[in-house]
């Protein structure tokens, strides 16, 4: 999928868009309507959304679709 990375150089603010040709990339920030963004070279990858990568470091939300007995405090 064809997701390129901005970031705005006047707020910073980075912020991915779907490129599917070469004239729909954004012309200003979302952020500050600020039209001075550029292009980040991505590293060929994206981050997978929700999909625990197997033994990580973070808390992986399996309580959170179950209902876990422990979890579940004044919900
Ligand atoms: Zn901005």
Avoid: W
């Avoid at 705005?8 to 980075?14: E, F, I």
């Amino acid at each position: 999928m064809p997701i390129y990375e901005f970031e705005c150089g006047k707020c910073n603010h980075r912020f991915e868009t779907l490129v599917l040709s070469s004239g729909d990339t954004p012309s200003a920030c979302p952020e500050c309507k600020s039209k001075k963004i550029g292009k980040l070279i991505s590293a060929g990858s994206f981050r997978p959304n929700g999909i625990p990568t197997g033994s990580g470091g973070f808390d992986a939300p399996a309580c959170a679709q179950k209902g876990c007995p422990s979890a579940g405090s004044g919900g």
